[in-house]
């Protein structure tokens, strides 16, 4: 069956770095687009990254762009969000998502997500 399962979520101190994981299974891959979203207690799921299938095209959240990189290794079928400059209103649980779409904008709403993730908790202390 289809897995994502993300990894890589602790507590950090703000300014601090982290590198989530992502690890597919029961789907090809490397035809999917991904993205990673978070949602922080009480708000609504948001977007933060997402790459195209082939790894050459990325977009970002406004929140994100300059301090997380979102990247994949389609040979071991895992997506990574890098996160670096973490500050407290980073903390959230972390999913990443699949969706078969032909531009990464698509991903931003994540209606046309295929699969999820059952997420990952990044805390962020001051």
């Known amino acids: 069956q289809v897995q994502l399962v993300e990894s890589g979520g602790e507590l950090v101190q703000a300014g601090g770095s982290l590198r989530l994981s992502c690890a597919a299974s029961?789907?090809?891959?490397?035809?999917?687009?991904m993205g990673w979203y978070r949602q922080g207690t009480g708000k609504d799921r948001a977007f933060v990254a997402a790459?195209?299938?082939?790894?050459?095209?990325?977009y970002y959240a406004d929140s994100a762009k300059g301090r997380f990189t979102i990247s994949r290794d389609n040979a071991e079928n895992t997506v990574y969000l890098r996160m670096s400059g973490l500050r407290p209103e980073d903390t959230a649980v972390y999913y990443c998502?699949?969706?078969?779409?032909?531009?990464?904008?698509?991903?931003?709403?994540?209606?046309?997500?295929?699969?999820w993730g059952q997420g990952t908790q990044v805390t962020v202390s001051s």
């Open positions: 998502a699949a969706a078969r779409v032909a531009t990464v904008v698509s991903m931003v709403t994540g209606e046309w997500t295929d699969y």
């Open positions: 029961g789907f090809t891959f490397s035809t999917y687009a």
């Open positions: 790459i195209s299938w082939s790894g050459d095209s990325t």
